[in-house]
């Protein structure tokens, strides 16, 4: 699903801590965003955490 800038953001701001900066694989995809002129995009996925699922942006493979 394609997702708009605002929304990456209000995840990106929602992630753990503990999860930014590290790869970790996505166990479901969630949707994406890409800047009009980017050869690159945003990456939303639901990511394990603990106990449960947390859902994550990456770029470039890494967790915002």
Avoid: C
């Avoid at 708009?4 to 790869?23: M, S």
């Avoid at 639901?46 to 493979?61: D, E, I, R, T």
């Amino acid at each position: 699903m394609k997702l708009t800038k605002r929304q990456i953001d209000n995840i990106i701001e929602h992630t753990p801590a503990e999860l930014k900066g590290f790869q970790k694989s996505f166990e479901s995809d969630f949707g994406w965003y890409m800047k009009r002129d980017a050869n690159w995009s945003y990456q939303a996925g639901w990511v394990q955490h603990n106990s449960g699922f947390v859902l994550a942006v990456k770029v470039f493979g890494i967790i915002k």
